[in-house]
Structures are given as C-alpha cells and as structure tokens.
C-alpha cells in the first residue's frame, strides 16, 4: 500500500499481519571507550611515562606533561574500542598503575 502527501511524497508501507510499530530498529553503535589514568607509584612514574609515549606516539615532555597532572585523574584515550581501551589498562597496570576504563 502507499501514501500520497500533500507535497507529492509518497510513502510506502506493508500489512504484515499483526501490529507494526512504524518504525526501523535503530542501527547498534559501537561502543567506545575513555582511558583514564587513576593513579602511579611514585617509583614507576618513570616507566608510565614511557609507556604512556610508546603507546600514543607522544614526546617525552607530552607524556610526561600527563603524569604530571596526577592525583588528579587524568584522560589517556578517549572513544576508542573495547579492545584498545583494555590494551591500554593491561599494559599500565602490569607497571602497577590504576587504570579505569569507563564506557561512553
């Protein structure tokens, strides 16, 4: 069956023999992740930054610039994959750093 508009669009719908809702499901989005760096012993710092920098391809001072705004929780990734984000917490907390991985 279809639908004519006033404007002239034209609407096309199908009896599928019981209720229809009118509407698509929505297409699933991926989830994505942020990285947020928690805490570091103070005699790993070194290490973290290191690598925080062979991670995302940072400078020294970039990466050290991050650890350096400790105690306060600090953003390392943000949006990416599952998968990404818990590469990231193992590889950090393997140096005995405190890691969330927190879903958008």
Do not use: C
Request: no cysteine; proline share 5%.
């Amino acid at each position: 069956m279809f639908n004519v508009t006033e404007e002239g669009g034209i609407s096309y719908y199908f009896d599928l023999g019981g209720s229809v809702s009118g509407t698509l499901p929505a297409k699933a989005t991926e989830e994505t992740y942020d990285v947020v760096l928690a805490w570091v012993p103070p005699n790993q710092r070194r290490l973290v930054v290191r690598e925080i920098r062979q991670m995302k391809s940072l400078e020294w001072r970039q990466a050290k610039a991050l650890i350096k705004q400790l105690p306060k929780p600090v953003t390392i990734e943000q949006q990416v994959s599952k998968a990404t984000a818990e590469k990231f917490r193992q590889r950090l907390e393997a140096l005995g750093a405190e890691v969330l991985v927190i879903l958008n």
